[in-house]
């Protein structure tokens, strides 16, 4: 099966420290995807990777980036984390079904509070 | 950009009941997937199905993509089945991204 892992479930940031969530998939996939999850808005995408180095902003990247290095890992990086940005941050990646299909792997997702 | 929106956003069942969830996309799409995230928090995949009809055990799903629209169908839902149910599109673009809905919350009860 593929993993896509995130380094941390839980995490506790301060404003305006700098944040990284890291997440890693073992498969060799070429697209990778941060998203934010907040209740009543479902999940918005941030940034997005589809290949090393390259990187696309999503629907709501302000105050992030990210940085793709090697193809196994995709970094989301707060460079002054604010208490708006509290929320649930998921970390996928695209997985073959089989038959054509196509489909995302998620990881298990950080929930950062920033207090 | 392109808008998903779900309906109904919060569904209470009894357990053994039936249940429609509905996914309407405001443009043409390339893929749609239906996810179910448990109460720990994990995505799953249930369907990647942009267009016709598939089933898994009580579990299906239809996209009419002429008409913008996906439905999943849960029969003789149980307590497991609880949780948020997100849709998902993927615009027609090279770079596989998607967009999603608010999602529904169902709640099952014994």
């Known amino acids: 099966d593929v993993k896509v892992t995130q380094s941390s479930r839980y995490l506790v940031k301060r404003t305006g420290e700098k944040v990284f969530l890291e997440c890693v998939q073992d498969?060799?996939?070429?697209?990778m995807f941060w998203y934010r999850q907040d209740p009543g808005l479902g999940l918005r995408l941030i940034y997005f990777s589809y290949d090393v180095k390259m990187k696309e902003k999503g629907d709501i990247p302000e105050g992030y980036s990210v940085s793709r290095e090697k193809k196994e890992r995709f970094s989301l990086i707060l460079e002054s984390a604010s208490t708006n940005q509290t929320s649930m941050y998921l970390c996928?990646?695209?997985?073959?079904?089989?038959?054509?299909?196509?489909?995302?792997?998620f990881g298990s997702g950080t929930r950062l509070t920033v207090v | 950009g392109i808008q998903v929106e779900q309906s109904p956003p919060d569904l209470i069942l009894q357990e053994g009941a039936n249940s429609t969830l509905r996914c309407n996309f405001s443009d043409s799409v390339n893929n749609l997937q239906w996810f179910h995230q448990n109460p720990w928090g994990q995505l799953i995949n249930l369907f990647y199905?942009?267009?016709g009809t598939k089933q898994n055990g009580r579990l299906s799903a239809t996209t009419v993509a002429t008409e913008r629209y996906s439905l999943l169908y849960i029969s003789s839902s149980q307590t497991t089945d609880s949780g948020v149910y997100f849709c998902a599109v993927e615009r027609i673009t090279n770079n596989n991204d998607m967009r999603f809905g608010a999602g529904t919350r169902l709640t099952v009860k014994p």
């Open positions: 199905i942009p267009s």
């Open positions: 498969m060799d996939h070429e697209n």
């Open positions: 996928a990646s695209i997985t073959p079904l089989g038959g054509g299909d196509r489909g995302y792997t």
